[in-house]
């Protein structure tokens, strides 16, 4: 079975990588990362022992430190990549989050102006017509999410003989 992962951006390792590191643990060293850019050696051994494929936006040599003025290249530059003959692709994508630690009254304005938003009608359009599906998970419900979401995928993945 041939698989490729995809992930927006390797600059760090953060819960993202971490994800990513997980595949990259249970997958052969072969199994390319498609990605927007990579610095070297911010991310673990485990994920820079995997062949990494970067778009066309990774020649911008400012592109690591300065990659959210860059934001509206990222669709079209995710597309570059060719995951055509790839039997598998997983990817994962970023989500709105905020900084550990954030106030509970902060986080009580989120879970209730993110649902807010995503009903108006307007932005439903937009996220609609790009073929998007929106979810809200309130705070404190996506730890376990997180932990669940984790332990199912990695059943699937190994049932379906793509991680050892």
Known sequence: MKV???HDWLNGMRGGEKCLE???ANLPTDTPIHTLFHVPGSVSATIESHPIRTSPLAARREIAKRY???LLSFPRAIESFD???YDVVLSKFRGLAGPKGLPADITAIWDKAVPQVLADPE???V???ESL???FIPHNDYVKFVADFGQSSESFLKEAGALK
């Open 127 to 129: 996220y609609s017509a």
């Open 68 to 70: 959210q003025r860059h």
């Open 4 to 6: 490729a992962l995809v």
């Open 22 to 24: 997980l595949f990259c």
């Open 133 to 135: 599906v929106p979810d």
């Open 123 to 125: 932005y439903k359009k």
């Open 83 to 85: 995951l055509s003959g």
